[in-house]
Structures are given as C-alpha cells and as structure tokens.
C-alpha cells in the first residue's frame, strides 16, 4: 500500500461526477485529477484516478516509464495498468474523421 496515493484518491476521488466514474469504471479511462511534485522530482507529474482491474477499486497514480510503453500501478495492490488515455484516441479518430469530411466536401467548391 502506497499511502501518498491512498491520500491522494481520498482527497480527489469526491470531486469527480458520476459520469466520471462511470467512464473509470467501464471505459478503463484514466482522469487527471491534479499535479504533484514529491520529493527529489524535477518538477510536477500529472496523477491520475483509474480503475484496478485486479482488486477491483479506484486507484491513484501517475505515469511511469516511456511514452509509447507508460503504465500505471495500483496503490493498494501494485497491478499494473496500461496507461491509454481514451480521450486520446477519441481526438485522433475525431480528427481523422474530420480530415476525411473536409477532403471530401471541399473538393467541391
Ligand atoms: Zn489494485
């Protein structure tokens, strides 16, 4: 148990709408809730509330390792979560789908 990040999702687990937490919890999406800066950091993380497949709780942390292989562990139990953020992939199928209608359409003017 990490309890910096149990702290932390007590603190800021009340501030999110259910809509929120619906999307946690069935879209496997991850919410930035705040910035931290602990101890001997360069400088401030985004931390994120998400949901823990294994035990079955939200859970709180930032991203750890590279940007195409980032990841996020459980504080109560140290699953490791993929860290894909769905609101990501919502804004690149977005903007393709954008991109193919203005190719389509402006062509004909
Ligand atoms: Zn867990």
């Known amino acids: 148990m990490n309890w910096k990040n149990a702290a932390g999702l007590k603190k800021h687990l009340p501030k999110l709408s259910d809509f929120d937490k619906f999307c946690i919890r069935n879209l496997e999406s991850k919410i930035e809730v705040c910035e931290e800066q602990r101890e001997g950091w360069p400088g401030k993380m985004p931390f994120y509330i998400f949901w823990c497949p294994n035990c079955e709780n939200y859970s709180y942390d930032y991203p750890q390792g590279?940007?195409?292989n980032r990841r996020l562990y459980c504080?109560?139990?140290?699953?490791r979560v993929?860290?894909?953020l769905l609101?990501?992939?919502?804004?690149m199928l977005l903007s393709?789908?954008?991109?193919?209608?203005?190719?389509?359409?402006g062509r004909k003017k």
């Open 96 to 105: 393709a789908l954008w991109c193919g209608i203005s190719i389509r359409f």
């Open 87 to 91: 609101r990501t992939e919502m804004k």
């Open 66 to 68: 590279f940007a195409e």
């Open 75 to 79: 504080h109560r139990c140290d699953e």
């Open 82 to 84: 993929d860290f894909v």
